[in-house]
């Protein structure tokens, strides 16, 4: 059975956790752009983590569902009717054959993530059901979903729904993003006053920005060495400086290689945050160091394994 798009809104696309291994091929990664609340989604609903879901940008889709199942809304708030009744966000709900699922513009981040039990049943593309737009593979015909398209689901697991436990620290935050660096390969390009603007600086999301990397404007960070860098491969939420001084971070649509200067790279436990950022919003950096990167990782991840109530 399957999913019938009745309006994908702005730009709707099947997502995972992404594909990894192929960046010596100019493949980058694609895939959620928030990982953490797909793999919130996919829990809910008793998936694995991995499984393949939609990722609604700026403003949900409308769909029907041709078979009765078990479905998740999460990320960015957005108002969520089924069959006309307002459901919760980030809760499983029961969807029975025939019902009409609409998701409104996101409120507070950019992108909101829906997992069906059973996940979205696509062709694996290099170990992977990301969508790459920009090479135009993946997902669901390696695009944006249209008006009329049918999604199967995937086989159900025997995992039960799982509700979130109320008690734990929201992951959202107020004000502008906080986002934790570390320093990047080019650090030594930059001095000391560089530095001291990057972690001082509010800088604000442009109209320029998308999945492939978000340009940011505000004080200008510029190297204090005017060599021209040898074009090299580029990490995912590496933050490059162009000529004009305006950081870039670049994020997981991103080319593979690169001639900027990085002065600093965001950690792993933070990309998500970097994934809900819309034109307009504030950033503010902060410098921590390899060490404090990889424990705050493994602090998400306790996280992660205590906000579900006990089954």
Same mark, same amino acid.
């Given at each position: 059975m399957s999913l019938l798009i009745k309006d994908p809104g702005f730009a709707t696309t099947v997502q995972d956790l992404g594909r990894f291994?192929?960046? #010596? +091929?100019?493949?980058?990664?694609?895939?959620?752009?928030?990982?953490?609340?797909?793999? %919130?989604?996919n829990m809910l609903v008793g998936n694995h983590e991995n499984a393949a879901g939609l990722e609604?940008? +700026?403003?949900?889709? !409308? %769909?029907?569902? =041709?078979?009765? !199942? !078990?479905a998740a809304i999460t990320g960015a708030s957005c108002q969520i009717a089924l069959n006309g009744?307002?459901?919760? #966000?980030? #809760?499983?709900?029961?969807?029975? %054959?025939?019902? %009409?699922?609409q998701c409104g513009r996101m409120i507070d981040g950019a992108r909101a993530y829906l997992a069906v039990q059973g996940g979205i049943d696509v062709p694996s593309v290099m170990g992977s059901a990301s969508t790459h737009l920009a090479?135009?593979?993946g997902g669901f015909q390696g695009r944006s979903l249209r008006k009329g398209d049918l999604l199967n689901l995937g086989r159900k697991?025997? #995992?039960?729904?799982?509700?979130?436990? +109320?008690?734990?620290?929201?992951i959202k935050s107020e004000g502008p993003t906080r986002l934790r660096v570390t320093r990047g390969p080019q650090q030594d390009w930059f001095a000391a006053d560089s530095f001291a603007t990057l972690f001082s600086a509010t800088f604000t999301v442009t109209q320029h920005s998308g999945r492939t990397g978000l340009r940011l404007a505000g004080d200008c960070v510029v190297p204090s060495?005017?060599? =021209?860098? +040898? !074009?090299?491969?580029?990490?995912?939420?590496?933050?490059q400086i162009p000529p004009d001084g305006q950081p870039i971070i670049l994020f997981v649509d991103q080319q593979t290689t690169g001639g900027y200067p990085k002065i600093a790279n965001v950690v792993a436990a933070d990309m998500h945050r970097v994934g809900q950022l819309r034109p307009a919003d504030k950033v503010i950096f902060e410098e921590v160091s390899i060490d404090d990167a990889l424990q705050l990782l493994r602090q998400q991840e306790r996280w992660l394994r205590t906000a579900f109530e006990e089954d």
């Amino acid at each position: 059975m399957s999913l019938l798009i009745k309006d994908p809104g702005f730009a709707t696309t099947v997502q995972d956790l992404g594909r990894f291994g192929y960046a #010596h +091929l100019g493949i980058s990664p694609a895939g959620a752009a928030d990982g953490l609340s797909f793999r %919130i989604a996919n829990m809910l609903v008793g998936n694995h983590e991995n499984a393949a879901g939609l990722e609604m940008s +700026l403003s949900g889709a !409308t %769909i029907e569902f =041709q078979e009765e !199942t !078990t479905a998740a809304i999460t990320g960015a708030s957005c108002q969520i009717a089924l069959n006309g009744v307002e459901i919760a #966000h980030s #809760h499983p709900v029961c969807v029975p %054959i025939g019902a %009409i699922l609409q998701c409104g513009r996101m409120i507070d981040g950019a992108r909101a993530y829906l997992a069906v039990q059973g996940g979205i049943d696509v062709p694996s593309v290099m170990g992977s059901a990301s969508t790459h737009l920009a090479a135009r593979f993946g997902g669901f015909q390696g695009r944006s979903l249209r008006k009329g398209d049918l999604l199967n689901l995937g086989r159900k697991n025997l #995992h039960a729904a799982r509700r979130l436990n +109320l008690n734990v620290t929201s992951i959202k935050s107020e004000g502008p993003t906080r986002l934790r660096v570390t320093r990047g390969p080019q650090q030594d390009w930059f001095a000391a006053d560089s530095f001291a603007t990057l972690f001082s600086a509010t800088f604000t999301v442009t109209q320029h920005s998308g999945r492939t990397g978000l340009r940011l404007a505000g004080d200008c960070v510029v190297p204090s060495k005017t060599a =021209q860098l +040898l !074009t090299e491969g580029v990490s995912l939420g590496a933050l490059q400086i162009p000529p004009d001084g305006q950081p870039i971070i670049l994020f997981v649509d991103q080319q593979t290689t690169g001639g900027y200067p990085k002065i600093a790279n965001v950690v792993a436990a933070d990309m998500h945050r970097v994934g809900q950022l819309r034109p307009a919003d504030k950033v503010i950096f902060e410098e921590v160091s390899i060490d404090d990167a990889l424990q705050l990782l493994r602090q998400q991840e306790r996280w992660l394994r205590t906000a579900f109530e006990e089954d």
